[in-house]
């Protein structure tokens, strides 16, 4: 029953700790670019889209879809980022295990 106890006591703390972490995380930016960095894209740790700078350079009015482009994928840069950053820090808690709806 000692034994029980313990390990109950060492599963709340293990999430507790993720909880932080997952708080901590949605603190965090993470920055995307493409274009050699004529569009950045900010997104938290949480992967919401918090700024996109685009410098005039690249506006052109007669190709909209390069910058189309150049949004879409500097977007994606981040997101693929945050990605990895959550799996970096939560997967220390799950061994690297993707575990469906915890980050």
Sequence with gaps: M??????????KKMQEQMLKAQEELGGKVIEGTSGGGVVTVEVSGHKKVLSITIKPEAVDPDDVEMLQDLVL?????????ADELANDDMGKFTGGMKIPGLF
Aim: proline content about 0%; glycine content about 0%; overall charge positive.
């Design 2 to 11: 000692n034994n029980m106890n313990q390990m109950m006591k060492q599963v």
């Design 73 to 81: 994928t500097a977007v994606n840069d981040a997101l693929s980022k």
